[in-house]
């Protein structure tokens, strides 16, 4: 039966850059692990990664090893589930080592790994919109909706063009195998999810309108310029002197603004 370095060198490419090794004892796996890893070997190449997954997730219930989950996390990139892949390269350098290959071995085959990753796995665009009712054209490619939160594109450079009623925006972003990058886009349209203190200030409200006089008002009015208008008429002074002079016109205008007054009042009752 192959042992577990002939199955990892089958797996690995060349190009080797070292790391430290752990400080842990080397072990022997045990001859179920042996069978279970190699088990798994085969379902990678069968293409059958998830199968793959599961013989060694068996074999780490026995005992976790740094070759365990080296090969886990292959079938993971196999399977093109770079996240998990690189979980699980990660869980390798910190795992209790095998005698062969050695931990320095181990740890240049996941640099490597790593590297392929690097150069195919994709990354993810965490659009920030403003507004959020945003369009979004990647490389020309869309409408998206920025409410969608994160964009899972191959690595490289990117044009982002935002659009919203008409107006639109436009930003440059690079995407990194396996990381997430924030961009931050947006129009300024201050009418558009302004906060409190921000964007359009509100106008001054109007002055309250006068109250409009109610009719009998008019009318109350209209009896008071009457009423003084007799009153001037009958003075001693007006009524008795027997001469036209000024006096004589004020109780007239009296007379004339009460009637005046009681005609608008009856036009408010009519409207």
Known sequence: MRNLLFSLIFLVSSGLLLAPALAQEPSEPTQAQRELNDQGIEAIV???????????????????LNITFVNMARAYQ??????????????????????????????EVIET??????????????????????????????PEDCAQGRFKLPPGEYTV????EGESTEAEVEIEA??????????????VGAPEGEGIAPLDPPPAAASPME??????????????GLAI?????????QELDAMDFVPLAFYGAGI??????????MD
């Open 46 to 64: 069968a293409e059958e990664y998830m199968r793959a997954v599961r013989l060694f997730e068996a074999s780490l219930d026995l005992g976790e």
């Open 78 to 107: 196999r399977a093109g589930m770079c996240e998990e892949a690189d979980q699980y390269y990660g869980r390798a350098l910190e795992a209790p080592p095998v005698i062969s290959p050695t931990p320095e071995q181990i740890a």
């Open 113 to 142: 790994y790593r590297q392929e990753m690097r150069e195919t796995c994709p990354g993810f665009l965490e659009p920030i919109c403003d507004p959020a009712e945003l369009s979004l054209f990647i490389n020309d490619e869309g």
């Open 161 to 164: 063009r935002g659009e919203y």
């Open 178 to 191: 396996l990381r997430t990058t924030q961009l931050q886009i947006g129009l300024e349209i201050t009418d």
């Open 215 to 228: 009719p009998w008002m008019w009318f109350a009015a209209s009896g008071v310029a009457i009423v003084g």
């Open 233 to 241: 008429d009958t003075l001693p002074a007006t009524a008795r002197n």
């Open 260 to 269: 005046g007054l009681a005609v608008y009042g009856i036009t408010q009752i």
